[in-house]
């Protein structure tokens, strides 16, 4: 830093410095001078964060920019606050004002801060070290590609040699590197390098017993302070051990490979003597352990690392099955997440973990298992076969065991303030849990529904994947459910818009998968069976994709759709609307001949739906009309009375009754034709068959009118 700044008493007196580079570098003088305290300290750096974000905007308007003068020694003091030494809220302060300056500074700041890098890396100092390796760290997830090409520049990690060999020996120094490798294994480009320069070094440090570690540590650490005491020196390395082991997990469960370093004595009974994968899988199921065993003695210090550890972990179907059979473990997650704010790290791999727990496998058509099992034969002589922990049975029970744990209220409130990427973890472990039927009533009355409809709304546009889960995961709570027991608060029209995007194929799927719509089709049809508003917004939001829906060659699909218009056409308007007076009448004319000709349909829920749509639609003089046009009109309708069951003779029953209670000449008309077709004989066997008091009823008012006009 110029003098002018270390000099006290005018160190920002220059005539040249425009007002906003006088205020620039007084906050810098008050950072260099030191002896602040925490929240000035972060009040500076605000202060810093609010000038860097401001410079384009000015420098637009012809003003010099600040960062004209913003020189190598302004740098370093504004760095030099994301050491570990520092306070949790100076380093995420210092962070967010780091990426305020390389993005207002443009390719002279990335230059700048390059060069602070590498005159750090040059100097080999223990400070210089612990500086580099956590500025490298907090600058990782927020200019990732920038870090990345400065750390596999040639010779960062090839030049920490001396401190993997154990040459040099500072705690803080290792800790400040394994933080940096921790954030550095999130850049896919950076785990080669990772791999070739530390594994050894980080597999030796996590099986090296503690007591031999802290009696290295007791030798060979020259910054070591006495009067810390063992016990302070025991615990420091148990950290580090968890560290190295958080990476290692990192690096097997990126790409399992053999280890170069044989286990301890106490592990070799449980690595397995076969491939690298294999002994890789067996380390991971180790570490899992450890970490599940930090998570329930509740060590604030490495609460953290043993959630993130474990988040790793469980991308392992033998450790998501051991964790979820783990009450006391699952029942530990919970509460910690319950503490956590909504956007920390912690709360992030938190959710991770139940995501895994809870994840089914992607559904896959007929040729896509072909497909696989052929590759499985090509690749490993027909020996690669699916993990038996990864199939729906297994899930489901995992699925039963994490709501049991108590953790949809945690997912609600993490759902209502996290961040955009937490809410879609959220939104995939409430879709999971929804798989289960049994579920689905607790999950809406714990709020489930209420947050993935605001989710859906929330999730910007772009990101199609995720508001489609939500959709999802809303159609399997609303299936089965009694709308007017959730949407008590909130109007239940609101579901309507998220649900007839599922009506659609998903533009980002290959092959469609039809379980979705067919899903959304059952939620639409309990929401269409309670008020006309309902009906009303089902039909303006999706109707042409549910006309669609009825030619679609899944006949589950088709009976779904035929059930979701039976309730529509409920409401007399929409009736009118879309089957009568109050539609283009060649496209009404359409609509009823699907809708007769499904009437007499091989599947009896089809047939059951259709006479259902067909009895409320007979009100209308015009659909009668259209009906008696149909070549087999007559014939579908008394086919229904004939019907083995109960409910289908039913509708029949009341759809000739319905007909051939019309006055004027659409009535005059049916009656003919009714009588015609053979009325009378149909209705007769149906009442003989029927032993429900509303079928005779309804067969003996069409009897008493046919009969009278005879």
């Known amino acids: 830093m110029s003098s002018q700044l270390v000099n006290p008493a005018n160190p920002y007196a220059a005539e040249n410095f425009s007002d906003r580079q006088n205020q620039m570098f007084l906050v810098f003088a008050r950072l260099f001078g030191g002896g602040l305290k925490d929240d000035q300290l972060i009040g500076a750096l605000k202060e810093l964060t609010k000038l860097f974000e401001e410079d384009p905007d000015h420098v637009k308007n012809g003003e010099p920019s600040i960062f004209d003068h913003l020189d190598d020694d302004c740098l370093d003091t504004m760095m030099r606050h994301h050491d570990l030494r520092e306070s949790n809220e100076v380093r995420k302060q210092t962070m967010i004002a780091t990426a305020a300056f390389l993005k207002a500074s443009g390719e002279r700041g990335a230059n700048q801060m390059r060069q602070f890098f590498y005159r750090r890396m040059k100097r080999r100092t223990y400070d210089d070290y612990i500086i580099c390796f956590c500025a490298a760290a907090g600058l990782f997830p927020i200019a990732g590609d920038f870090m990345a090409d400065l750390f596999l520049h040639e010779g960062f990690l090839y030049n920490l040699g001396n401190l993997m060999n154990h040459k040099w020996k500072s705690r803080k120094v290792e800790t400040a590197l394994l933080e940096m490798l921790r954030v550095a294994c999130y850049h896919p480009v950076c785990l080669g390098a990772i791999r070739k320069y530390c594994l050894d070094w980080l597999e030796e440090m996590e099986t090296q017993p503690t007591e031999e570690a802290v009696a290295a540590s007791l030798i060979a650490d020259p910054d070591f302070n006495g009067h810390t005491g063992s016990i302070a020196r025991r615990r420091h390395c148990e950290h580090v051990k968890n560290l190295a082991g958080l990476v290692l997990l990192h690096l097997w469960s990126a790409s399992p490979e053999p280890s170069s370093v ?114 499985a034969y090509a690749n490993a002589a027909g020996k690669l076969l699916p993990n038996p922990l990864n199939d729906d049975a297994h899930v489901e029970e995992r699925c039963k065991l994490v709501f049991e744990a108590g953790v949809t209220p945690v997912l609600i409130t993490h759902g209502k303030n996290g961040s955009p990427a937490a809410l879609s973890l959220v939104v995939s472990i409430l879709g999971s849990l ?233 009535g005059k008309l049916a009656r003919e034709g009714l009588t015609k077709g053979g009325a009378v004989q149909a209705l007769t066997e149906c009442a003989k068959k029927s032993r429900s008091a509303e079928v005779v009823q309804a067969v003996v008012g069409a009897l008493e009118v046919l009969l009278k006009a005879e």
């Open 434 to 666: 929804a798989k289960t039927s049994a579920l689905r009533g607790q999950l809406a009355q714990q709020g489930a529904v209420r947050l993935l409809i605001s989710a859906w709304e929330m999730l910007p546009d772009s990101n199609t994947a995720a508001r489609r889960r939500t959709a999802e995961a809303l159609a399997r709570i609303l299936i089965s459910i009694n709308p007017a027991l959730v949407f008590r608060q909130m109007p239940q029209t609101a579901a309507v818009r998220p649900l007839a995007t599922l009506l659609r194929p998903d533009p980002d799927a290959e092959v469609r998968n039809l379980l979705p719509t067919f899903e959304s089709l059952l939620a639409l049809t309990n929401l269409a069976s309670t008020d006309n508003e309902t009906r009303k917004i089902i039909v303006r939001t999706s109707w042409d994709d549910v006309e669609e829906l009825l030619f679609s060659n899944n006949a589950r699909i088709c009976t779904a759709t035929t059930e979701l218009i039976c309730n529509l056409v409920q409401s007399p308007d929409e009736a009118a609307a879309l089957f009568g007076d109050g539609t283009t009448p060649g496209k009404a004319e359409n609509r009823i001949k699907i809708i007769v000709a499904l009437a007499d349909a091989e599947d009896v829920k089809t047939r059951s739906a259709a006479g259902g749509a067909l009895a409320s639609l007979t009100c209308h003089e015009s659909v009668v009309r259209r009906i008696l046009g149909q070549p087999r009109g007559v014939a579908n309708i008394l086919g229904l009375c004939r019907d083995d069951d109960e409910g289908l003779r039913h509708r029949g029953a009341v759809v000739v009754q319905n007909m051939v209670a019309h006055e004027g000449e659409v």
């Open 262 to 375: 044989k286990p301890p004595e106490s592990q070799k009974s449980i690595t397995p003597k076969s491939d690298g994968k294999d002994q890789a899988i067996a380390k991971i199921e180790g570490l899992s352990a450890r970490f599940i065993d930090l998570l329930l003695q509740g060590d604030s210090e490495d609460i953290q690392h043993s959630i993130e550890g474990i988040a790793y972990a469980t991308l392992q179907p033998s450790v998501r099955e051991a964790l979820a059979h783990n009450s006391q473990a699952l029942r530990r997650l919970v509460e910690v997440l319950k503490t956590e704010p909504p956007k920390s790290p912690t709360t992030y791999a938190g959710l991770s973990i139940f995501e895994h727990l809870t994840a089914y496998k992607p559904v896959q058509t007929e040729e896509q298992k072909r497909l696989q099992q052929l590759r």
